[in-house]
T-cell receptor
Framework: DQQVKQNSPSLSVQEGRISILNCDYT??????FLWYKKYPAEGPTFLIS?????DKNEDGRFTVFLNKSAKHLSLHIVPSQPGDSAVYFC???????????????FGQGTILTVHP | KAGVTQTPRYLIKTRGQQVTLSCSPI?????VSWYQQTPGQGLQFLFE???????NKGNFPGRFSGRQFSNSRSEMNVSTLELGDSALYLC??????????????FGPGTRLTVT
């Protein structure tokens, strides 16, 4: 049972354009969402996060949108740069309460390629 | 501030052997989580330690175990290795200003190959 899904295995975008990465979740107990970027042979790097009490969070070129009713979130990268080419993971955590400590549930990842 | 460090970076073991991986969290971080990454299953949570206590455990067999020391460094151990244990093992640490997960910061991982 995959509780966090990234349905697009890959995305190809031209430099300077917008990249939109999508993520869906099924567990209504999730209340905190994160995006990570990963290069080969390295650990995931934290990018941006959003709490369920918000619907948008922005940090420079990165914006995350959350639609709780649709159980959907997306990461927008504007403008996209070749250095953004990596695997992007969506992750979620449940409400604190004993079973959620330190646990992130990850999607399968989307490979983003930004062409010069 | 130094990031999360993991040793060794690469390891080759034979089926039936055991292995111990080490993780040093970011200075001041007391929570350490471990994840397994495989092509088929993606990133899966193994367990989390805080103040030398395991607070949460994922759905892995008892062959996977861990511990945390008083300086917050953590080790994970896999006994009786199987071919399917070949994976990238990632350690993540986070600050603990509250009971929330918040952002976890990952190390580079240990690539374990079981032959």
């Amino acid at each position: 049972d995959q509780q966090v899904k990234q349905n697009s295995p890959s995305l190809s975008v031209q430099e300077g354009r917008i990249s939109i990465l999508n993520c869906d979740y099924t567990n209504s107990m999730f209340d905190y969402f994160l995006w990570y970027k990963k290069y080969p042979a390295e650990g995931p790097t934290f990018l941006i996060s959003i709490s369920s009490i918000k619907d948008k969070n922005e940090d420079g070129r990165f914006t995350v949108f959350l639609n709780k009713s649709a159980k959907h979130l997306s990461l927008h990268i504007v403008p996209s740069q070749p250095g953004d080419s990596a695997v992007y993971f969506c992750a979620a955590s449940e409400l604190a309460g004993g079973t959620s400590y330190g646990k992130l549930t990850f999607g399968q990842g989307t490979i983003l390629t930004v062409h010069p | 501030k130094a990031g999360v460090t993991q040793t060794p970076r690469y390891l080759i073991k034979t089926r039936g052997q055991q292995v111990t991986l080490s993780c040093s969290p970011i200075s001041g971080h007391r929570s350490v989580s471990w994840y397994q990454q495989t092509p088929g299953q993606g990133l899966q949570f193994l367990f989390e330690y805080f103040s030398e206590t395991q607070r949460n455990k994922g759905n892995f067999p008892g062959r996977f175990s861990g511990r945390q020391f008083s300086n917050s460094r953590s080790e994970m151990n896999v006994s009786t290795l199987e071919l399917g244990d070949s994976a990238l093992y990632l350690c993540a640490s986070r600050g603990t200003s509250g009971a929330r997960v918040d952002e976890q910061y990952f190390g580079p991982g240990t690539r374990l190959t079981v032959t």
